[in-house]
C-alpha cells in the first residue's frame, strides 16, 4: 500500500518549514529533501497544511472508489458529520449527489460516534479504568502508541466511530464494501489497518475534486430528514463531552491541537490524575480542522455554527453490540532509540560553529526548537549540518570576505546615492586610505570621478574593463562597474595596472631610443655607401681613360 501522505520531490526548496510543524519531528532531510520517516509519523498533516511548495500530497484514492463501484458490488458510504461544516448542505443532498456517483447509500458516521460514545459512558459508570483517553482521533492514538508508553494504559481500547459505523452497515448488508469520507488524511491510514472493516477513505478534498470533475452540484435547499442525534457534535472541540451522559463525580476535560494533547499526555504520564475523562484531537478545533477540509471555504466560526445547528439533545436508537466487538488492540509501536552522549552532541555543535552556549542561538530556522535538538538529529541521521542557517551565513560571510579581501583587484561598493557602503583592502591601498571608516557613507566624489557610476546606474549599461589614469593617485586601472538594480548597488572592480603601464611606458621609450639608433646607423651607413659609390665611380671613370689609350696605342702600333 502506497503511504498515505507523500512527497513531490521537485517542489521541496530547503525551507524546513515542514520539519519546524512536525510535533514528532518525524521527516528526515538528506539530499535536499525532506522525506517521511513513516513508523514515527502520525500523520497530523500540519507538514501537509503548512508547506509553502506544497511539496506533501495526501494519496488519492478516487481511483480506488470508482473501481469498487464499477464492480458491481453496492457501495456505502460513512459519512463524517463534519460534512455540515464544510458543505453546508444536509445528509440528504449529500446522499443524492453521491448516489450520482454510483455509490448505493449513504449514512452519517454519527452513527458510529453514538455507538463509541456510549460504550464511553460504560466505561466511565463502571470506572474501568482510572484515566480514559478518548480513541476517536487515529493520530491521537498513533501519537500515544508510539510516544508516550506509559499513557497507553490508559487509552480506550474502543473502535473509532469509522470502525464500528462501518462495521455495523457490513453486519447489516453483508454484501456491501464501505467507503468513509471526511477531512481527515490519517483515517487513511486507520482504513488501511482496520482488517475490511472499513474499504476505503476518501478526504473532502478528494470528494469536491470529484464531483467538480463530473459536474455535480450539491441541492442547497434540500432539507434534513435524518435525525438530528447529539453525535453530529463529535468534529468539534468538546463534542464527544457534549454528546455523553456524564456521571457527577467524574472529571470531564477536552483537548484539542497536538501539542496540548502531548502536554497532557506528559502530565497524565505523571500519574496525579484520577477518575478523569479526556476527550482528545490531534487538530486545533477537532474534525472540524482537519486537514482535509477544503482549504477556499475554511471558516472555523461558520463551520461550527453550521454543525451546532444540525445537532439535537437525542441520540440514534440502535442496539449496541457487545463490548468485545467494539475492543480495538492498541499495542506500543515506539521504536526505543539510544540518546547520543554528550561529547557527540558537543562535537557536532563544534562542526556547526557552536563552541560555547553563547553561540547556541536556539533559532529554529532549521525546524528544531534548540541547537542540541538539531545536533542529535544530525546523529540520527535526520538532519544535516547545512540546515543551520546561521551557520551557514557565517560560513558564506567569512568565506566571500575571505575572497573579496584577499583578491588583488579593489572593489568598491557604492548605493544608489552614490555613497561609500564597503570597500576591500586592495581598494584601500589603490586609493592610499588608511582608514576605511572615515569615508564609510560618503559621497564616492570625495574618493573618484563619479560620472561613470552614475551614468551605468542612469543607462542601465555596464562598463568593463575601462581604463583611466587616477591623477590624484597617480594610479592607472582598469575599471568595471556593475549596476545591481535588484539590490540597487553599483560595484566598482579596478585592476591596479599601473606597473604594467609603466613597463609598457618603459618599452615604448626603450623602443623609441631602439629607432633612434637605427636610423641614425642606417643613415650612417647610407653615406657611406655614397662615398664608396662615389669613390668607385671616379676610379672606374680613370680605369675606363686609362684602357681606352692603352686601346688605342695598340691599335696604331698594328
Wanted: proline letters at 4%; hydrophobic letters at 35%; glycine letters at 4%.
Amino acid at each position: 500500500m502506497e503511504p498515505c501522505l507523500q512527497l513531490k520531490k521537485s517542489n521541496c526548496k530547503n525551507c524546513y518549514k515542514c520539519i519546524r510543524y512536525c510535533p514528532v519531528k518525524s521527516i528526515r532531510f538528506s539530499e535536499n529533501q525532506a522525506h517521511i520517516i513513516s513508523d514515527e509519523c502520525i500523520l497530523c498533516g500540519r507538514c501537509y497544511v503548512n508547506c509553502p511548495q506544497n511539496a506533501k500530497q495526501i494519496r488519492n484514492d478516487v481511483g480506488r472508489a470508482k473501481e469498487m463501484i464499477a464492480s458491481g458490488t453496492p457501495v456505502y458510504v460513512s459519512l463524517a458529520p463534519s460534512f455540515a461544516g464544510n458543505y453546508r448542505v444536509s445528509i440528504d443532498a449529500m446522499e443524492k449527489a453521491l448516489q450520482k456517483l454510483g455509490f448505493a447509500a449513504v449514512e452519517e458516521t454519527a452513527i458510529g460516534a453514538t455507538i463509541v460514545k456510549k460504550r464511553y459512558e460504560e466505561m466511565v459508570k463502571n470506572r474501568e479504568q482510572k484515566v480514559i483517553i478518548s480513541s476517536c482521533c487515529h493520530t491521537v492514538n498513533s501519537l500515544v502508541q508510539k510516544k508516550y508508553p506509559i499513557a497507553l494504559q490508559y487509552l480506550a481500547k474502543v473502535l473509532s466511530p469509522m470502525q464500528a459505523h462501518c462495521a455495523k452497515m457490513k453486519t447489516e448488508h453483508p454484501e456491501c464494501l464501505t467507503v468513509f469520507i471526511g477531512p481527515c488524511l490519517a483515517k487513511k491510514d486507520e482504513t488501511d489497518h482496520s482488517k475490511n472493516l472499513v474499504d476505503l477513505a476518501l478526504t473532502f478534498e478528494e470528494l469536491t475534486a470529484w464531483l467538480k470533475e463530473e459536474e455535480i452540484t450539491l441541492d442547497q435547499s434540500m432539507p434534513d430528514t435524518r435525525k438530528p442525534a447529539r453525535a453530529r457534535l463529535f468534529p468539534s472541540c468538546g463534542g464527544i463531552l457534549d454528546s455523553m451522559d456524564l456521571e457527577e463525580d467524574y472529571t470531564y476535560i477536552a483537548v484539542d491541537g497536538i501539542e496540548n494533547c502531548m502536554s497532557a499526555l506528559e502530565d497524565i504520564e505523571s500519574g496525579n490524575l484520577n477518575n478523569c475523562f479526556i476527550e482528545m484531537s490531534a487538530c486545533s478545533g477537532s474534525c472540524l480542522g482537519g486537514p482535509a477540509m477544503d482549504k477556499e471555504n475554511m471558516h472555523h466560526l461558520q463551520e461550527l455554527a453550521a454543525l451546532k445547528k444540525t445537532a439535537k439533545k437525542v441520540d440514534h436508537d440502535l442496539l449496541m453490540p457487545d463490548k468485545s466487538v467494539l475492543h480495538k488492540s492498541m499495542p506500543f509501536e515506539g521504536k526505543s532509540r539510544q540518546m547520543p552522549g554528550s561529547a557527540a552532541i558537543e562535537e557536532i555543535l563544534r562542526k556547526m560553529g557552536k563552541h560555547n552556549k553563547d553561540q547556541e542561538l536556539n533559532c529554529g530556522s532549521c525546524g528544531y526548537n534548540t541547537c542540541r535538538e538539531k545536533a542529535v538529529a544530525v546523529l540520527a541521521g535526520k538532519a544535516d549540518l547545512t540546515m543551520c542557517l546561521p551557520y551557514l551565513k557565517e560560513k558564506a560571510e567569512s568565506f566571500s570576505d575571505k575572497i573579496i579581501n584577499n583578491t588583488p583587484n579593489g572593489i568598491i561598493v557604492l548605493n544608489e546615492q552614490l555613497e561609500l557602503q564597503q570597500m576591500n583592502t586592495a581598494a584601500q591601498e589603490i586609493l592610499n586610505i588608511k582608514n576605511q571608516a572615515e569615508y564609510q557613507g560618503e559621497p564616492v566624489v570625495r574618493l573618484l570621478n563619479p560620472a561613470d557610476y552614475l551614468l551605468c546606474m542612469t543607462e542601465g549599461k555596464n562598463i568593463y574593463e575601462k581604463k583611466k589614469y587616477l591623477d590624484e593617485y597617480q594610479k592607472y586601472v582598469e575599471e568595471t562597474v556593475i549596476y545591481d538594480k535588484e539590490y540597487h548597488i553599483i560595484m566598482s572592480i579596478m585592476k591596479d595596472v599601473t606597473e604594467e603601464e609603466k613597463m609598457r611606458e618603459n618599452k615604448e621609450s626603450h623602443n623609441r631610443q631602439v629607432i633612434e639608433i637605427t636610423d641614425k646607423v642606417v643613415e650612417k651607413q647610407m653615406r657611406v655607401v655614397q662615398e664608396i659609390a662615389s669613390l668607385l665611380g671616379e676610379t672606374t671613370a680613370e680605369t675606363k681613360i686609362a684602357l681606352t689609350k692603352l686601346k688605342e696605342t695598340l691599335a696604331d702600333e698594328e
